[in-house]
């Protein structure tokens, strides 16, 4: 599929949480999102600087987390873009790369980047409130990822 935005290629790639769960490199989660190692992973790789802060609010529909990276080479060339879009019962990746890119290949060496030190991680707190909610009503459920420096935050329950 080719981006609107950039004309370069496009890769949705689902089943992200289940690739990283079997890759056997997770601590153990106890029911908690596979999306809660990620962000505490995730803002140990950006020093903090994720875009969001370490104790956020969130409301948005789908009560989901997204972050973006953009990818470069070991030789600091760009090689393209990766978002990842977390919601507690799965995990999504949206590429985007130049024409003459492998999309897999740019997704597949991120996620190895985020995989190496899988106990390296970071306190963080995300809720996420749902504005969308299948019942109608002002606001939906309230979902939460992160790690509390002992267990992991939230339940894989998608209500």
Not at 27 to 33: D, M, V
Not at 49 to 71: A, H, Q, S
Not at 91 to 117: C, N, S, T, Y
Request: hydrophobic share 40%.
């Amino acid at each position: 599929m080719i981006d609107d935005k950039s004309g370069w290629p496009r890769l949705l790639e689902e089943g992200i949480a289940e690739f990283i769960e079997q890759s056997g490199r997770l601590p153990a989660l106890h029911g908690a999102p596979v999306a809660s190692w990620l962000l505490s992973r995730l803002f140990v790789m950006s020093k903090g600087n994720l875009g969001i802060d370490e104790k956020e609010l969130l409301y948005n529909d789908g009560g989901c987390v997204w972050t973006d990276w953009e990818v470069f080479s070991q030789s600091f060339n760009p090689r393209g873009f990766v978002r990842l879009i977390c919601h507690v019962h799965r995990i999504d990746a949206e590429v985007r790369v130049p024409a003459g890119i492998d999309a897999k290949v740019v997704l597949g060496a991120f996620l190895e980047a985020v995989m190496a030190e899988p106990e390296d991680l970071r306190k963080c707190r995300v809720s996420v409130i749902d504005t969308d909610p299948p019942n109608g009503g002002r606001f939906g459920k309230k979902y939460v990822f992160g790690w509390d420096g002992k267990r992991f935050l939230g339940s894989r329950v998608y209500e």
